[in-house]
């Protein structure tokens, strides 16, 4: 049997901006490294403004935050309240996570494809983004939820797996992480 030689050129970084999400965006910088592919981040806005900020302040710090806000304050409060389309807070919170990330990581070089902002239900736009922008791969975190719970509340994860028609790779938080 021979196998397919796998390429991968673009891979869709699909962040909630959670821990998990984080320790996910490891993987696909690894993976970029090692077949010389470019990443598109995207974020899916569904959460409350207080959510948001808890997932901001976890990637860059609260103090970078707090500049962003101010800098961009009525353009915040028209993306957070689902007014505006632009997203631009959050897309300058993804770019300087990018910029922080290849400072501390030199030897862990990667190329930002795109940064997305949707608002809409993270699977349906996570599917739509790597079709749209022909992805190789998917990552994506995975909140690691016991059984029960991804019984009844179903996980992201679980329904891009099932419906995508690209490979996926969900890398799911440490156990010595989880709280």
Known sequence: MTLPKVKIK???????????????FAYAVSLANLYGAGITFLHAL???PEAVDKGVIGHIGAERWEAIKKQHYQEAKETLTGKKRD?????EVLDQFCEDT???HADQDFVTDEIIVKRGNPVEEILAQAEKRDCDLIVMGTQGHGL???IFLGSTARRVIRR???PVLVVR????EIE
Not at 10 to 24: G, P
Not at 87 to 91: A, C, R
Not at 173 to 176: N, S
């Open 173 to 176: 938080l440490p156990e010595e």
């Open 87 to 91: 997203y631009v807070p959050i897309k």
């Open 10 to 24: 673009r891979i869709l970084f699909a962040t909630d901006l959670s821990e998990n999400a984080r320790y996910a």
């Open 102 to 104: 290849k400072a501390s």
């Open 164 to 166: 995508s028609k690209k």
């Open 46 to 48: 569904t959460e409350t």
């Open 148 to 150: 029960l719970e991804d």
